[in-house]
């Protein structure tokens, strides 16, 4: 139980940003939201993560909502390479726990 | 230079058999981990090292055995194959256990398919 919900999939056009929404009403105080991508055919990839404030790095932005119920990850300008599944997990507990994710197309 | 890397990248046996996958950081992390994907893509934690203490133990038969001779490896055995193991499994590595506030790094994984 990834205590996160995200759509199942995402559709977006080759240079323009894509912003990838998780809801995680249930969050505590003490909880970092993590995102981490899977290419076909290769491990889980680190995108970014963050507690309260807004993160950016050169992958990506992370907007945390005020209330921190939910988080959106921009990808400023979406490539054909940025096709993947993106997960959004609540890290609770001693390890990651993942999700269904977000298959996430980009389109030429 | 591959930070967290796992061999064999492929294995394939027959049904019965014992095999191993060992994991190598070199990161200087502290906490390893074991994950599984299995055919419907699920990806789930199945045992985490802290300098070379078991931290997390999920249900996972006993006839997974995860072993580390010292905080940069974390290897892990698998006694009488059965074909439900077929899966690809991944080897993680963090700074620390439990807080959050590190990323993991994960390997490319190892698929195995039992036959």
């Known amino acids: 139980d990834a205590k996160t919900t995200q759509p199942n999939s995402m559709e977006s056009n080759e240079e323009e940003p894509v912003h990838l929404p998780c809801n995680h009403s249930t969050i505590s105080g003490t909880d970092y939201i993590h995102w981490y991508r899977q290419l076909p055919s290769q491990g889980p990839e680190y995108v970014i993560h963050g507690l309260t404030s807004n993160v950016n790095n050169r992958m990506a932005s992370l907007a945390i909502a005020e209330d921190r119920k939910s988080s959106t990850l921009i990808l400023h300008r979406a490539t054909l390479r940025d096709a993947a599944v993106y997960y959004c997990i609540r890290f609770s507990g001693y390890a990651l726990n993942f999700g269904k994710g977000t298959s996430l197309l980009v389109t030429p | 230079d591959t930070a967290v890397s796992q061999t064999p990248k492929y294995l394939v046996t027959q049904m019965g058999n014992d095999k191993s996958i060992k994991c190598e950081q070199n990161?200087?992390?502290?906490?390893m981990y074991w994950y599984k994907q299995d055919s419907k893509k699920f990806l789930k934690i199945m045992f985490s090292?802290?300098?070379?203490?078991?931290?997390i133990n999920e249900t996972v038969p006993n006839r997974f055995s995860p072993k580390s001779p010292d905080k940069a490896h974390l290897n892990l055995h698998i006694n009488s194959l059965e074909l439900g193991d077929s899966a690809v499994y991944f080897c993680?590595?963090?700074?620390?256990?439990?807080?959050?506030?590190?990323?993991?790094?994960f390997g490319s994984g190892t698929r195995l398919t039992v036959v």
């Open positions: 993680a590595s963090s700074q620390d256990v439990g807080s959050g506030v590190y990323g993991y790094t």
């Open positions: 990161l200087g992390h502290d906490t």
């Open positions: 090292y802290n300098n070379k203490e078991l931290i």
